[in-house]
């Protein structure tokens, strides 16, 4: 599974909408959408930011493994 589907289902899980994800990030929402569908690629900071507001960790939204694990503690 890539990043971008990941992404979705992660948000549509949580019941959130492109808009208010993009605004947590920190993004427009037609950009949010543009990481969704792969039109342009997501940077590190912002799947970061992605990563703590799922409560995943990066190897989960990546798609390099499927379980999900929390995001680590510092």
């Known amino acids: 599974m890539n990043y971008q589907t990941r992404i979705r289902e992660l948000r ?5 909408s ?10 427009a929402q037609t950009t949010y ?7 342009v690629r997501i940077p590190v900071e912002a799947l970061i930011m992605l990563a703590k507001l ?5 190897n989960f939204i990546s798609g390099v493994t499927s379980k999900k694990s929390p995001f680590p503690k510092k």
């Open 18 to 27: 492109q808009k208010v994800v993009a605004e947590k990030i920190n993004v």
């Open 33 to 39: 959408s543009d990481y969704e569908t792969g039109k």
């Open 12 to 16: 549509e899980d949580n019941d959130l």
């Open 54 to 58: 799922y409560n995943v960790d990066l």
